[in-house]
C-alpha cells in the first residue's frame, strides 16, 4: 500500500513570495490533516478536512494560509505572502476516518524563507 | 497543549530495553495513551495506543499505571534505528470532528548509542 505522498520535499522561498505544497493520501482514506513543524518543537495542527470539507481549521493563519481539497482526494496548502517564520517543516496525514484512527503522515515539506 | 510531560532526552545502550516515561496526570476516562515517533527527516509514525491495559505490538510494550496518571513505552531490544523523537500523546476516544486530533508536546529525543 503506498504511503502518504509529498511534493516538493524541499523548497527555498524569498519572503513575501507565495508557495503551494501538494498532498496524494492513502487510497481510501477521508480524512486529511496538514500540520507544520518549527525546528525542535513537534507538529502542530493547521487545518483537518474531512472528505472534501473542512471540519478543523482554527490554528490556520486564514491572513497568508489556504487550503483546499476539492475533489476529496488530494490536498494543496498554501502560503502568500510568506513570512521568515514560516520556516517549517509542513507535514501531510490522513487517516480512513476522524477521530481516533491512526494517523499516517507524509515525509513533509522542508520550507526555507530567506 | 500538550496534556503530557516527557524527558527531553535519554539514552539507551544498543540491545538493550529502551523505557521511556511519559506523565499525563490529568488524563480523563475516555482519554488513550498513544505513542508516535519521529525518524530524523520523516513524518511522525505510529507505534501503539492503549486506554487502561498494558499493550504489545510488534514494536513496542506499552505500560500504563492502574490510576492511569502515568506509561512506560518500552522498547525490548533498542537497535540504532530506534533513535528518534518519541512523543506521548493523550487524545479522547471520539469518532466525528476534532475532539481526537493530535496535540504533540516536545517529546523525547532518544539516542541509541552503540
Known amino acids: 500500500e503506498a504511503g502518504v505522498a509529498q511534493s516538493p520535499r524541499y523548497k527555498i522561498i524569498e519572503k513575501r513570495q507565495s508557495v503551494a505544497f501538494w498532498c496524494n493520501p492513502i487510497s481510501g482514506h477521508a480524512t486529511l490533516y496538514w500540520y507544520q513543524q518549527i525546528l525542535g518543537q513537534g507538529p502542530k495542527l493547521l487545518i483537518q478536512f474531512q472528505n472534501n470539507g473542512v471540519v478543523d481549521d482554527s490554528q490556520l493563519p486564514k491572513d497568508r494560509f489556504s487550503a483546499e481539497r476539492l475533489k476529496g482526494v488530494d490536498s494543496t496548502l498554501k502560503i502568500q505572502p510568506a513570512k521568515l517564520e514560516d520556516s517549517a517543516v509542513y507535514l501531510c496525514?490522513?487517516?480512513?476516518?476522524?477521530?481516533?484512527?491512526?494517523?499516517?503522515f507524509g515525509p513533509g515539506t522542508r520550507l526555507t524563507v530567506l | 497543549d500538550a496534556k503530557t510531560t516527557q524527558p527531553p532526552s535519554m539514552d539507551c545502550a544498543e540491545g538493550r530495553a529502551a523505557n521511556l516515561p511519559c506523565n499525563h496526570s490529568?488524563?480523563?476516562?475516555?482519554?488513550?495513551v498513544y505513542w508516535y515517533r519521529q525518524i530524523h527527516s520523516q513524518g511522525p509514525q505510529y507505534i501503539i495506543h492503549g486506554l487502561k491495559n498494558n499493550e504489545t505490538n510488534e514494536m513496542a510494550s506499552l505500560i500504563i499505571t492502574e490510576d492511569r496518571k502515568s506509561s512506560t513505552l518500552i522498547l525490548p531490544h533498542a537497535t540504532l534505528r530506534d533513535t528518534a523523537v518519541y512523543y506521548c500523546?493523550?487524545?479522547?476516544?471520539?469518532?466525528?470532528?476534532?475532539?481526537?486530533?493530535?496535540?504533540f508536546g516536545k517529546g523525547t529525543k532518544l539516542s541509541v548509542k552503540p
Open positions: 496525514a490522513s487517516s480512513p476516518r476522524t477521530g481516533t484512527d491512526t494517523q499516517y
Open positions: 500523546i493523550v487524545r479522547v476516544a471520539h469518532y466525528g470532528g476534532s475532539q481526537g486530533n493530535l496535540i
Open positions: 490529568t488524563i480523563s476516562g475516555n482519554e488513550y
